[in-house]
């Protein structure tokens, strides 16, 4: 069975630190697009970050620019979210998407999709 699985969500304070993981199984990521999306309470999903299917190219929305980091690691079948300096409003369900081949992650447009982990920042 091809899934996703986050995990790493939680409760962090404000100025804290996460890091959300993106495992896949019945299929290896390093040919995959790998997207981060977010939902936030009473707001639509949005895309937050993405990580290219090749030459590893990444691309960030500017709300978590200069404080989240995507990452891959081919070996482990993982995709990674390194979230530093959490906002109140980086609160939200996360949610970790793969398309085949791509050098961009089109949220209408991924193969598959995982369930989410919640991410609460709070004090």
């Known amino acids: 069975q091809l899934q996703l699985v986050e995990s790493g969500g939680g409760l962090v304070q404000p100025g804290g630190s996460l890091r959300l993981s993106c495992a896949a199984s019945g299929f290896t990521l390093d040919n995959y697009a790998i997207g981060w999306f977010r939902q936030a309470p009473g707001k639509e999903r949005e895309g937050i970050s993405c990580?290219?299917?090749?030459?590893?190219?990444?691309n960030y929305a500017d709300s978590v620019k200069g404080r989240f980091t995507i990452s891959r690691d081919n070996a482990k079948n993982t995709v990674y979210l390194q979230m530093n300096s959490l906002k109140p409003e980086d609160t939200g369900i996360y949610y970790c998407?793969?398309?085949?081949?791509?050098?961009?992650?089109?949220?209408?447009?991924?193969?598959?999709w995982g369930k989410g982990t919640l991410v609460t920042v709070s004090s």
């Open positions: 998407a793969a398309l085949w081949s791509a050098y961009a992650c089109p949220e209408h447009g991924m193969d598959y």
């Open positions: 990580i290219s299917s090749s030459h590893g190219y990444t």
